[in-house]
Nanobody
Framework: QVRLVESGGGLVQPGGSLRLSCDASGNTQNIDSYAWFRQSPGKQTEFVASLYLNGALTNYADFAEGRFTISRDNAKTTTYLHMNSLKLDDTAVYLC??????????WGQGTQVTVSS
């Protein structure tokens, strides 16, 4: 089983920055992409950003484009989400996701990001 553990969430002021980390362990050999999603009470889960390991192709949600950056440290088996210029509506639980070659999805427990003045 693939284990994903997120960290780095917390309370931040509007306009501030956070870096979220997703540490992967277990059977990560066949993982071909990592992604970040977010969810808040009463709202559907939203895609945030994804990174395909083959070619380091990235995709971003419209709200994340230009503010968030997904990256990968292969030596540390860690996927990052750098978040800048945070807004109040960025408040959510941010979840790390990994997809394997068979299309299976793996999820972390999530890390809370709260943007508040």
């Amino acid at each position: 089983q693939v284990r994903l553990v997120e960290s780095g969430g917390g309370l931040v002021q509007p306009g501030g920055s956070l870096r979220l980390s997703c540490d992967a362990s277990g059977n990560t050999q066949n993982i071909d992409s990592y992604a970040w999603f977010r969810q808040s009470p009463g709202k559907q889960t939203e895609f945030v950003a994804s990174l395909y390991l083959n070619g380091a192709l990235t995709n971003y949600a419209d709200f994340a484009e230009g503010r968030f950056t997904i990256s990968r440290d292969n030596a540390k088996t860690t996927t990052y989400l750098h978040m800048n210029s945070l807004k109040l509506d960025d408040t959510a639980v941010y979840l790390c996701n990994a997809q394997n070659h068979a299309g299976g999805n793996f999820w972390g427990q999530g890390t809370q990001v709260t943007v508040s003045s």
